[in-house]
Structures are given as C-alpha cells and as structure tokens.
C-alpha cells in the first residue's frame, strides 16, 4: 500500500447540512436488497443522494443516468486522484475501503495524458488477446472445473466454478504459472480486499495480491512470452516495473471480481426466473439476453468509487464541495426512472454503464473480453449439466457485504451425477 497524503490545501471541511439525512451504505438492507435502498435514497433526495462510507464517511451517491454520465465525462471538474479528498484526516490507516479508494500511483489515479499513456498500455497488451483462443481457453477450464464435482450431483457454483474460472482465465492471460493454491489464494486475497466484511484484513490481502504479481513481472522481464504482461513490459511506452506491477493489479482484481459476479447473477437469472427455464432449450430467452439482463438489472459492478471533485461545483441541485467524494452508483442509475419512465426496466440494447463512462471506464477490449469469459462459463456449465437446478429457496440466497460488487456468497445447486 502506497503513502496517502491529503490533499495539502484542502482541509476537513465543516459539517454538510445535507449529510444529517445521509444513508449508510453498509447493512443489511444494502447488502440484500440494494435497488430497494437506491430507490428509498432517489425518492428522498433526488439524482444525488448524501451517503455515509464504512466509519460513517461522508460522500455523494450518484444515482442518476445523466448524473453519472455527467461525471464521468467531465474529468476536468470530477477527477480521480483520490488524493483530492477532503476527508483523509478522518480515515485511519486500517480503513477497509482503502485498497482501492487509497492513492495508488496505478491507471486507476491516473488522469489526463499520463492517464492515456497507461491505459494506452493495457489496452494494446489486451487487444493481443485472440479471442477465439480465449474461449477455447475458457472451454477447457470450464471442463476441468465441472469435471471436479460432476459426479457428486452437487457443486457451490460460486467458489467452485464462477469465481475459478475467469481468474484461471486472467492467470493464463497475463501468463502467471497457473496451479492451484496459488490462484486460489489470489481469489481469495482479491475477495478479502473487496469485501471489507467483518473479521477480515483487507489491505493486509492487498498487500499480498502485490507481491504475488510483484513476483509475476520480475519472472516474465527474465522470460517473456505471448501474454499480457510480457506486452506491457516491452510496449514503447517503457512503463517501469513498478508502474507494471500496480496496473497488473487493476487489470487482475478487474477482470476477475466483476467477471465472477456477473456470471453468478447471470447464473441466478437463468436458475430463478421461469423466461429462462431451464433447461435453457426450454427457455424462451437466451443466455446472452441473461447476460445484458444482468449488465442493466443486477450488474457486478454496482458502486464505483469514485470521483473527486476539483471546485466547488453543482451536481443534481447539489452544492458539492471541492474535494467532496462522488460514488459512481452504476446499478441505481441503469434502473433510473428517469430512463425508464413507463416504470419497464428492460435490456433491449447495452446503453448501460455497467463498465462506466468516459476517460476512465472499463478499457476497451476489457468488455469484450469479459463477455467471452462469462458467455462460454454459463453456456458450457449448462451444456454439460443440463438439468442444473438450485439446491435452496431462490430467497435463502445471500450476497456479499461489498460496496462495490453485488455478488453471491454462495450459489449451491444440485444435477443428476455425471459419471466421466
Ligand atoms: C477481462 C475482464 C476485465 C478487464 C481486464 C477489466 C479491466 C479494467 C481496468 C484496467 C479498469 C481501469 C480503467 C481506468 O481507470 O482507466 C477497469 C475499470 C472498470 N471496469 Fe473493467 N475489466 C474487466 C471486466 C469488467 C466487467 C465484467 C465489468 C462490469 C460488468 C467491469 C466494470 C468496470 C468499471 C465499472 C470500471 C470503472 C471505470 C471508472 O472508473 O469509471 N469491468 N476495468
């Protein structure tokens, strides 16, 4: 974890008057039902609603389509180097938001031609990957993994196949020797971090994921081959090791968590609702309509944090302060009304911003390259165990306490044994 510095000229500032209503986004009913929250919290306050972080931090909810669209467009007055905030003499050092909401001198705090220097980089060292080797890739793990609880009738979807899969997938991507504990503990280290649930020690998690890439990128400088790293490393741009090795982590803990959640919530959909009936030949929908449905309804990504704001601004007939915090809320503003007015939330196209908008968002061919990871993990689990079914009521399902992702703890679900 790297040094956090307020931002010099920016102290704490007094208390807001807007921020005695604020909701915190933490509990259970954020945890269980959060669309009912970001509905509660639009009816209250509007397009941007005063939100209290884990140790009750003040920051603005942007719940509105345009809002969101708005911020994320305007880098010159909402910008991303955390550092701007005017609450860091508030946050402790053990703050469990701060693996990524703490400066880190990666892609994600970068901002204008240093910021598209970097994500020049990854974006070049993805577009490498060919796709059709990647589902092919993603096919022969998706095997493997079915083929290690297809003969027991049962598996933990989550932990046993969704969260596996697209981190195999990423491993075999950046080309780190793939085996077993190591991406296992990888998994676990980027859930730990993410999570920030009770008991847990996420920048202690964080810190570890660090030094397992540290190790990748000092192996792949001695030995380079056809992988996303060994792009990074030799791309004219000549980022050093350590800029390497933060963005490896970006385009790791990125590509695996909200892959995972939206093949889990993709999962769920076609496990829950009668439109998909499974089995999926019966359903009258596809699983790519169940994975747009999922980008617009119930998206992995569901809070971002965040923006800072440069002045003192406007947003959503809120007075927001120089330095203020902005949450990007991706899921409440795919589900604004403002959007949908006939009270229809439906997935017709991808205007979602389940990858966010502007300089920042999700980098090009990231998106792609997610969709081919998810598409060939739920389609191959439902060609090889075609009468999958959940193994509890849909409503004993429960999701993880992360502000960022809406994921499942688990997903168990039961099918007639495969015998190989
Ligand atoms: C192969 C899989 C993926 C890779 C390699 C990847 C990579 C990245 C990287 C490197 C960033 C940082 C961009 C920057 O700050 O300039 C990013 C941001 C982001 N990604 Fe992805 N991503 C993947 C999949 C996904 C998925 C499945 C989702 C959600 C459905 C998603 C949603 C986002 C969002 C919301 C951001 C934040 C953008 C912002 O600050 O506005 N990503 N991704």
Not at 49 to 61: E, K, Q
Not at 155 to 162: I, Q, T
Not at 397 to 410: D, K, V
């Amino acid at each position: 974890m790297t040094d956090i510095h307020p931002a010099p000229d920016h102290a704490v500032p007094p208390a807001c008057p807007a921020h005695d209503k604020a909701v915190a986004l933490a509990g259970l009913e954020y945890q269980q039902t959060p669309s009912e929250l970001y509905r509660g919290l639009r009816a209250e306050h509007g397009a941007v609603a005063p939100v209290l972080l884990d140790g009750s931090i003040p920051a603005w909810l942007v719940l509105g389509y345009a809002e969101v669209s708005y911020v994320t467009s305007h880098d010159e007055l909402f910008a991303r180097d955390s550092r701007r905030w005017n609450q860091w003499d508030a946050i402790p050092p053990d703050w469990p938001l701060l693996p990524y909401v703490g400066y880190q001198p990666s892609v994600l705090f970068t901002e204008g031609e240093e910021h598209r220097r970097r994500a020049g980089v990854i974006s070049q060292a993805l577009a490498g990957v060919d796709q059709f080797e990647l589902a092919r890739d993603c096919r022969q793990l998706a095997d493997h993994l079915i083929a290690s609880f297809a003969g027991s009738g049962r598996a933990e979807l989550m932990r046993d196949y969704a969260h596996a899969l697209p981190m195999r997938a990423a491993v075999r991507m950046c080309g780190m020797p793939h085996g077993g504990d190591e991406t296992r503990q990888l998994v676990e280290d980027l859930r730990v971090s993410l999570d920030a649930a009770e008991g847990d020690d996420p920048v202690a998690a964080y810190a570890r994921v660090g030094e397992r890439i540290h190790r990748l990128v000092r192996h792949k400088r001695e030995r380079p081959g056809p992988d996303v790293t060994s792009r990074m490393l030799t791309h004219p741009a000549g980022l050093t090791d350590e800029e390497i090795v933060q963005d490896l982590i970006s385009v790791i803990a990125a590509a695996q968590q909200p892959t995972a959640n939206w093949i889990g919530n993709t999962l769920r959909l076609l496990l829950t609702d009668e439109r998909f009936a499974l089995n999926v030949s019966g359903g009258r929908l596809s699983v790519g309509e169940a994975l747009n449905e999922v980008l617009w309804l119930d998206t992995p990504t569901q809070n971002f944090i965040g923006r800072w704001a440069v002045n003192d601004t406007q947003l959503g007939g809120r007075q927001i302060r120089a330095g203020d915090c902005l949450v990007l809320g991706l899921a409440a503003a795919n589900t604004d009304p403002q959007l949908w007015p006939e009270a229809h939330v439906g997935a017709e196209n991808s205007a979602h911003l389940s990858f966010s908008n502007g300089e920042h968002r999700c980098p090009y061919p990231a998106p792609l390259l997610a969709d081919v990871m998810a598409r060939t993990a739920v389609e191959t689990l439902l060609e090889r165990l075609p009468d999958l079914v959940l193994a509890v009521e849909p409503d004993e399902l429960t999701w993880r306490p992360s502000i960022w992702m809406r994921g499942l703890t688990a997903l168990p679900a039961l099918f007639t044994p495969v015998v190989p």
